[in-house]
């Protein structure tokens, strides 16, 4: 019996302390990262940072976050779009009010209403497509619209005002520009422009 317990005890001490040892190298790898990162070897910390991913959730959390978007920008910076939008869109549900995270999405989500809206001045003379289009815009534009104004709230730019008036304006939203400034208010009450690591 008692060989039994000591067997067993040891089988959950080596667990425990291969849980641990998993811990620590991912943040190992993490801190790898970051220097890569400092350095400007892109190549090497985006390497680094897909070989965190399936681990990420090792990290404590407010580290995990600013993995994440870390990851994000460097695949953005690398034209991945998609999996820029993955990482960043993992901050925003855990800390909405970092505007940071909304505006990349917002910026990149406009990526698809630019390429839609070049689209669309091509199908003029189309009724259907131009129809098919102009829904697609504006499903593009509500998707952006949310991070650009949690943005614009918090950090205001001419620049990103005048992207936001401009969707309204394209779709034909008066009451979404009308209702513009009580929002961008309201969305300025709590911002966060760094994300915690603890």
Known sequence: MFKKLLLLSSIVFMAFATQAQTTDEVYNK????NEARMYQNTDKAL???QDIIPSADKLKEGTRLNF????GNLFENDGQSVKAIEFYQKVAAAVPDYYVAQRALGYLYLKDVQDIST?????KSDINENKRLTALYATAAKKA??????????????????????????MGDTQGAATLNTRLKALSKNCID???DK
């Open 68 to 71: 994440y978007y870390a990851i």
């Open 47 to 49: 390497t680094l940072g």
């Open 145 to 170: 619209l949310p991070y650009l104004e949690k943005a614009q709230a918090c950090d205001p730019t001419d620049d990103t005002l005048t992207i936001i008036k401009s969707l309204y304006k394209n």
């Open 30 to 33: 993490y801190l790898d990262f």
């Open 119 to 123: 689209k669309l001045n091509a199908a």
């Open 194 to 196: 760094l994300l915690d």
